[in-house]
């Protein structure tokens, strides 16, 4: 049986080499130069072959045996190095069976249809299983004998300009009302369209102060350069508070408000973005948070549902989520210690919570080691790895698991 040959020794790669030789197969791993010797010593530990090239290179393709290859794994995280390097091998080696790493499902089966290319997005093979573990009933974890508690709700504090203008106005014009209707004998009807009309500086001239006293007349000077002012500063801070995102934000947290039973996925990455879809197909209800989520690249990635941003390790942006409601914290960025962060700050908020409603939390973590340090010594987390999740699913496709 000729090697799989794995292109890439990221910390993806390196996850599908170590898989691939649990399952006893030949493995030979194709990367360049700026790998870290860390990994090709892991790798070689795990009984991989090693060959230092550009994997998108023939020459470096002919180094590693493509010809007597039964698979090639292409694991590097960029989609236009992966999908050149699959057409190309895809033309030199007809038979051989390629399974590339892509970050567009939806484009999976273009690639198998068209050029008997298998792509797999890592991020979508493991959100499922993040899924499963935010629904899941809590098993053996420790009951907290702690006393039922109210729980902070604090809010978006609102800029007092946005407050002070408004009330400016509204004051002047119902002053105004008051003046005109007293002092030109006017029902509250055409006060009110009388002020309305020195206010905005239409002046129809079906009613006028020519004959009102001089106190009045310079009254109604004031209001029409306060009206014109103010009602300019109004209009400003309203296009701010669209523009800036402002209104769009205390709209995502007044639905999160609303919200009970939702998880909070913390994180809008590739991972992230899979696991709210995934949720919010089966019909539950999601809260993200996300530190950059007015990005471009996260506004078309964003998902249907409220989207806080901040930073997931501080209470107030938890609380802004309604973690006080939510049945599971998600905490899936691409950073381990961030993730366990988010996790402690979470549970520390959990703990106000009634008894018999546990918070799942449930954090992604690319290090093994860790996470079995961290199961070791408390069953409140769980942490799951997508990529050795996704590894295993990429190794039955290259081995042609039916069932895979």
Not at 156 to 163: N, S, V, Y
Not at 208 to 235: C, D, E, R, S
Request: aromatic share 6%; proline share 4%; with cysteine.
């Amino acid at each position: 049986m000729g090697a799989v040959i794995v292109c890439g020794l990221g910390r993806f790669g390196l996850q599908v080499v170590e898989s691939l030789r649990s399952c006893g197969c030949t493995v030979t791993v194709l990367s360049d130069g700026g790998t870290s010797s860390e990994r090709i010593e892991r790798a070689e530990a795990a009984g991989a072959r090693f060959v230092q090239g550009d994997f998108r290179a023939p020459s470096a393709r002919r180094e590693a045996a493509l010809a007597q290859a039964l698979a090639v794994v292409l694991t590097t995280a960029s989609d236009v190095d992966n999908l050149e390097a699959a057409l190309e091998i895809r033309g030199e080696t007809p038979d051989v069976r390629i399974v590339m790493r892509h970050s567009q499902p939806r484009l999976s089966r273009r690639f198998a249809a068209d050029f008997g290319i298998t792509a797999l997005t890592p991020a979508e093979l493991a959100a499922d299983a993040f899924v499963e573990a935010a629904l899941a009933e809590s098993v053996g974890s420790r009951p907290r004998q702690v006393a039922r508690q109210r729980l902070p709700l604090p809010r978006r504090p609102i800029r007092l300009e946005f407050l002070l203008v408004p009330s400016l106005l509204a004051g002047m014009y119902a002053a105004a009302i008051v003046v005109f209707r007293s002092t030109l004998d006017l029902s509250w009807i055409d006060a009110t369209y009388f002020t309305t009309t020195v206010v905005t500086t239409v002046g129809f001239g079906d009613i006028n102060l020519h004959q009102a006293p001089a106190w009045v007349k310079l009254f109604g000077v004031v209001l029409m350069f306060a009206g014109v002012l103010l009602i300019a500063m109004t209009a400003s801070l309203l296009a701010v508070f669209i523009l800036t995102g402002t209104a769009d934000h205390m709209r995502n947290e007044f639905r999160a408000r609303r919200l009970r039973n939702h998880v909070v996925v913390c994180g809008l990455g590739s991972v992230g973005t899979a696991v709210a879809r995934d949720l919010h197909d089966r019909g539950i209800e999601v809260v993200v948070v996300d530190p950059q989520a007015d990005d471009e690249l996260h506004r078309e990635t964003n998902p249907r549902c409220p989207v806080i941003v901040g930073d997931a390790t501080r209470p107030v942006i938890l609380h802004r989520a309604g973690i006080e409601r939510a049945r599971a914290v998600v905490a899936c960025t691409s950073n381990d210690a961030l993730n366990i962060e988010i996790g402690l700050t979470a549970q520390s908020l959990a703990e106000g919570r009634p008894l018999g409603r546990p918070l799942r939390l449930v954090l992604r973590c690319f290090d093994a080691d860790l996470a079995r340090r961290v199961h070791a010594v408390s069953n409140d987390y769980t942490l799951l790895s997508e990529a050795a999740i996704a590894a295993e699913v990429f190794v039955r496709r290259a081995v042609g698991d039916p069932a895979a």
